[in-house]
């Protein structure tokens, strides 16, 4: 008996309780709504332009990630393939062969090695062809680091968006604080959620902005100093084919195998 009364009274409370609890979990769930929208809308005019950094940053992310691939710096096949003409001596067919590749080794390496000087044996003219290559890691370069570059602007420039939304929201809420003879809190909230706002998101798209600008400079200066030393290697490959009875004739007698 005393069960079921208990029973009844905690379904009666129910009952009564149910209207207050359901208008409170509708005001959760508009508040978890107003977070995702409407506190961007409260940032102001500013976020119109912080939303373009992010969307431009985005993109220069995926265009700098698509174009700073081993496939378009050093092909594997090609590597080999060059290395392999470099090593029998065969430059004509070697610059034949890169010059078909619109990979970085290729066109670099198309530049370079017409400047190979047959005539000397001991170098092949290895300073006409390094300076050849650096001349064009400077053209390059200039290109890929412009594309990465504007990841800095952005990193610089977010912020600085967000701390003029912040300047804003805060001088319209002294002007409000001004006119008012009682202040109230409730009534600066909208400048104050303004100033928040703009500078959170600032800083939001600053962040990863800086971390890709460091990552992908990087990556490009991994990518051209691999094309460098595959270079190296490939001159190297026919200054040895070349001297090889030369250097076989410096070694002492009963050591050579």
Known sequence: ??????????????????????????????????????????????????????????????????????????PDDLRSQLHEYMTGCKVR????????????????????????????????????????????????NRSHMTMIGYLGVIAQVAPMLGLMGTVSGMIGAF?????????????????????LITTFSGLVIAVPAIIFYFYLRNRLNRLVAESHEAAADMIDASLNTLNADQQLAKVPEGLAT
Do not use: W, Y
């Open 175 to 195: 002007d409000k604080l001004r006119g008012l003879e009682n202040p109230d809190a409730s009534v600066l909230a909208g400048n104050i959620s303004e100033a």
């Open 1 to 74: 008996m005393k069960s079921s009364i208990a029973f009844g009274l905690a379904l009666l409370t129910g009952v009564l309780l149910s209207p207050e609890l359901m208008a409170q979990e509708a005001q959760v769930a508009t508040e978890a709504q107003r977070t995702v929208f409407d506190q961007v809308k409260e940032g102001g005019i500013m976020m119109i332009f912080l939303a373009i950094c992010s969307l431009v940053m985005v993109a220069l992310i995926i265009f700098n990630f698509i174009q700073l691939t081993r496939g378009k710096f050093i």
């Open 93 to 140: 067919s070697a610059i034949e062969v890169a010059s078909t590749s619109p990979s970085f080794l290729g066109r670099m390496l198309a530049t370079a090695l017409p400047k190979v000087d047959a005539t000397d044996p001991e170098t092949l003219g290895r300073e006409h062809v390094e300076d050849a290559i650096a001349d064009f890691t400077a053209r390059e």
